[in-house]
């Protein structure tokens, strides 16, 4: 069973920065995503990355503010986050999938995180 723990998450005012860590046990390199999900709202995607790193992926409103990293040494993935808006208030998740794309579906992933609460306030 692989596990995957996310941390990083917090408090933050508006235009503030976070940056979230995720790592995956065991000696498999993953494809990872970030997604996250707000109070009465469905999961989203955020941003994904290839296993090897080459490839990622973001949501609109994350382009130019997210930027999804990993570190393949450590197994881990980051998600630094920007200028941080209230919208952006959410419980995100990491996750990971066998194959090697950085994929948008959170149905494409195997393994998932508990989550860590983000807090963005106005």
């Known amino acids: 069973q692989v596990h995957v723990v996310e941390s990083g998450g917090g408090l933050v005012q508006a235009g503030g920065s976070l940056r979230l860590s995720c790592a995956a046990s065991?000696?498999?390199?993953?494809?990872m995503g970030w997604f996250r999900q707000a109070p009465g709202k469905e999961r989203e995607f955020v941003a994904a990355i290839s296993r090897s790193g080459g490839s990622t992926n973001y949501k609109d409103s994350a382009k130019g503010r997210f930027t999804i990293s990993r570190d393949n040494a450590l197994n881990t993935v980051y998600l630094q986050m920007n200028n941080l808006k209230p919208e952006d208030t959410a419980v995100y998740y990491c996750?990971?999938?066998?194959?090697?794309?950085?994929?948008?579906?959170?149905?494409?992933?195997?393994?998932w995180g508990q989550g860590t609460q983000v807090t963005v306030s106005s």
């Open positions: 996750a990971a999938r066998r194959g090697i794309g950085a994929l948008t579906s959170e149905y494409a992933y195997d393994y």
């Open positions: 065991g000696r498999s390199t993953y494809a």
